[in-house]
């Protein structure tokens, strides 16, 4: 009887991290009202999740500015100086302040949130964080005494291990005196391998986007950059929706793929720019001016027992990606081989990138 009242003791104070029985869906809270907290006290690697989203390149790493308040006050946007866009699932940011700005606010945010900045190139606008476990499961050194226990007298299903990463990416314009602000999330999970057997294992995958979590850490962000709460929550529910993108995936010289935007030249550098960020390209240099973008990524054909042992990081090479405006309405994205030997796998490749891209749209 005893180990019966202790087994339901148990579940009640622990109901918040587990799910009991059928598969009913929380209800999404707002926007704002969401609560999101991660495990910054514990080490990441020994999640041993996947090396390249543990240990990317450290380019820039800064303590927290003693700033005076009162100083800061007087440089804080207001709700009138930030804009809230969207198209489809995709927010962003206008802000009225100049990219250096906006920089510095947005590694304090990341910070604030327990986030360790694993790498950032000012130049480019680029903020990447470590990747952190979410606070929504049964802590990980409790599972191993509970597990069976709940497991084979309750039938409940206990949570494993979510961790999550952030990009920050921030884009000049008009002239530099105001700045675009992009920020996505990147996901993986923690899944169990011949579940029940002895031989059970654990193993990583990416998890699907938790678009709800992307879009309150962005609300987040807007109100830490000075935009009153509830000013801002509304402008985020009045979010107009933008015109639908059209684009085809084509061949173009040499074999190379090459994508067709029916919109102009800077929206469509805009887009790219999302779709790397979504699919988690690792951009190395970008050329505003240029409109390319240079990326680190592994081929399809590369992909295999080397880089199951050392990681994708091992077998990386370096592409340019260019967008080039056609017609008034019409933008052209090319895949650049800088290497020009034009290896076949690398032209089979350009169709494989690109058409990533253009599944998302």
Request: with cysteine.
């Amino acid at each position: 009887m005893f180990g019966k009242v202790t087994i339901v003791i148990i579940s009640l104070s622990i109901s918040g991290c587990m799910s009991i029985g059928g598969d009913e869906k929380e209800q999404q809270p707002g926007i704002g009202e969401r609560t999101v907290s991660y495990d910054s006290n514990k080490d990441s690697k020994s999640l041993t999740v996947p090396p390249d989203l543990t240990d990317p390149e450290i380019t820039d790493v800064v303590p927290l500015p003693n700033a005076d308040p009162s100083e800061s006050q007087t440089i804080l946007a207001s709700s009138k100086d930030i804009e809230v866009f969207k198209k489809d699932q995709r927010r962003w940011l206008l802000v009225n302040k100049k990219p250096d700005y906006v920089w510095l606010q947005a590694k304090d945010f990341i910070k604030s949130h327990g986030f360790s900045i694993q790498k950032s190139i000012k130049k480019i606008g680029l903020i990447e964080t470590e990747t952190l476990a979410r606070n929504e499961g049964v802590p990980e050194q409790a599972l191993g005494t509970i597990r069976s226990m709940l497991q084979s007298t309750l039938g409940t299903r206990y949570a494993l291990p979510v961790v999550d990463k952030y990009r920050i990416r921030i884009e000049p314009v008009e002239g530099g005196q105001k700045s675009e602000v992009y920020l996505s999330l990147t996901s993986m999970e923690e899944i169990i391998i011949d579940k029940g057997e002895r031989s059970e294992r654990r193993m990583w995958q990416s998890h699907p986007k938790d678009y709800n979590l992307e879009v309150e850490m962005l609300y987040r962000l807007m109100t830490f950059l000075g935009s009153d709460e509830a000013k801002a929550k509304d402008k985020f529910l009045a979010a107009k929706e933008q015109q639908t993108i059209k684009v085809d995936l084509v061949e173009g010289t040499g074999g190379y793929a090459k994508l067709v935007f029916l919109i102009d030249e800077k929206e469509t550098w805009n887009s790219v720019g999302w779709a790397l960020d979504e699919l988690n390209v690792d951009i190395d240099d970008k050329d505003v001016k240029e409109r390319s973008f240079y990326i680190d990524v592994a081929r399809t054909e590369d992909k295999g027992f080397f880089s199951n042992i050392f990681g994708d990081e091992a077998i990386k090479k370096t592409f340019q990606i260019l967008v080039r405006r056609k017609d008034n309405n019409v933008t052209e994205v090319y895949f650049n081989d800088l290497t020009e030997e034009n290896e076949q796998e690398t032209i089979d490749f350009s169709h494989d990138f690109l058409g990533s891209i253009a599944n998302l749209f």
